[in-house]
């Protein structure tokens, strides 16, 4: 009985994770700095670049550019 309603409910989700996973990436790539790469797959959104991890240790704006958005 509820079957279809779950499979409803499961595809708005979907459907809306789709939806902010898309405008994140959008906003990182208009925000990200020179030599970072953002990327979107269906697991979330992903920053990469040479050297990134270093980068974010010493780098203020890559700090800043995630802060915040882990919603």
């Known amino acids: 009985?509820?079957?279809k309603l779950?499979?409803?409910g499961a595809a708005l989700a979907r459907k809306g994770a789709g939806?902010?996973?898309a405008e994140l990436a959008e906003s990182l790539r208009d925000e990200?700095?020179?030599g970072v790469r953002?990327?979107?797959?269906e697991?979330?959104?992903a920053l990469?670049?040479?050297g990134l991890a270093r980068r974010f240790?010493?780098?203020p704006q890559l700090r800043w550019l995630v802060s915040g958005r882990r919603r």
């Open 38 to 41: 953002v990327s979107e797959s």
């Open 6 to 8: 779950m499979l409803h």
């Open 48 to 50: 990469e670049g040479r």
């Open 19 to 21: 939806a902010r996973r």
């Open 57 to 59: 240790a010493l780098e």
């Open 32 to 34: 990200a700095p020179e």
């Open 43 to 45: 697991e979330g959104v």
């Open 1 to 3: 009985m509820f079957e």
